[in-house]
């Protein structure tokens, strides 16, 4: 019914509870298993192996190849997966996420829903700062995932249709190799746009380790998820459609400036610092102010279901 998807890259080395993240995977009904695995060493690899076998999981082990994206490795798991196996779901987990145990049982009744294209787990556990900052915009937990589900997408526990997926490579072809952190916005929006439902199934999965974007990602990123349509922004519903017009596009980042310095005074009221937050604010307004050059420059955002 389902196969296990992992993309890595020395996962062993920098995330200590891997081999739990692996133990997590048994409450699901999977007989087979693809890796992608980049890494520099074959830790990762003989650590997989080794679980496998213990498991009897039958395991197929692939890399990127030359061009190391996670676009090119998804690809490589989606195009394995439809060739060598005739299950109906590809279930694509993080090599950082560990599952609830209940996984299972809160997603599979979805499962023989003709049009439900992707289910999708709820990771409750988010940083301490996430939380405080959540609190002071006035935004629960469930809506902030499904607002930036619905943006970029999510693989971290996520199932794909084998339909679904033959029909994204027939109509769209395969995700564009440069989309190194939003190949999962990219295979999100495709599915949505050929008409499959999504499902975010209340479970409690732990993610250990947290993204930090670097300056340069910080720049690209924006420019990327507006070319693109994704509307990747975790606080604010179809946040794209204010850029489309010029006057939207001007007002949008300068009325979002009054939230910004509300935002931060009540959270030195609350919590007695402001760096975090500050940092919050100006990466937002950054990639805002990104936006608004890009509609300046290339006109409107982009439609993530265009061929």
């Not at 402001?274 to 006109?299: A, D, K, Q």
Request: hydrophobic share 40%; net charge neutral.
């Amino acid at each position: 019914m389902v196969v296990l998807a992992m993309i890595t890259r020395n996962s062993a080395e920098r995330i200590k509870d891997f081999p739990e993240v692996l133990n997590s995977t048994l409450s699901i009904p999977y007989e087979s298993m693809i890796l992608v695995d980049d890494s520099d060493t074959l830790t990762t690899k003989n650590i997989v192996s080794n679980f496998a076998k213990r498991n009897n999981k039958e395991l197929l082990i692939l890399s990127s190849g030359a061009v190391r994206t996670r676009a090119v490795a998804r690809q490589k798991a989606i195009d394995a997966f439809l060739e060598n196996y005739n299950d109906e779901w590809l279930f694509f987990l993080d090599d950082d996420l560990i599952l609830d145990k209940e996984w299972w049982s809160k997603a599979s009744k979805y499962l023989n829903d003709g049009y439900i294209g992707i289910v999708t787990g709820f990771v409750m556990h988010i940083e301490d700062f996430v939380r405080k900052y959540l609190e002071i915009r006035k935004i629960d937990q469930w809506t902030w995932f499904k607002i930036k589900f619905e943006g970029r997408g999510y693989t971290g526990d996520t199932m794909f249709k084998r339909d679904a997926l033959i029909k994204v490579k027939e109509t769209y072809g395969l995700i564009p190799p440069y989309l190194h952190e939003y190949e999962d916005a990219w295979l999100f929006h495709k599915v949505r746009c050929l008409g499959y439902k999504y499902v975010i199934v209340p479970t409690n999965c732990y993610h250990l380790g947290h993204h930090r974007l670097s300056i340069i990602s910080a720049t690209k990123n924006p420019i990327i998820v507006y070319k693109m349509g994704f509307n990747a922004e975790a606080f604010i519903p179809n946040v794209l459609s204010n850029y489309e017009s010029i006057n939207g596009a001007f007002m949008f980042p300068i009325s979002y400036l009054n939230d910004a310095v509300k935002h931060i005074r009540e959270f030195r009221r609350k919590y007695g610092e402001i760096s975090n937050v500050t940092l919050m604010e100006l990466r937002i307004l950054g990639t805002y102010m990104i936006w608004l050059m890009m509609r300046i420059l290339n006109g409107r955002p982009g439609d993530p279901c265009e061929k």
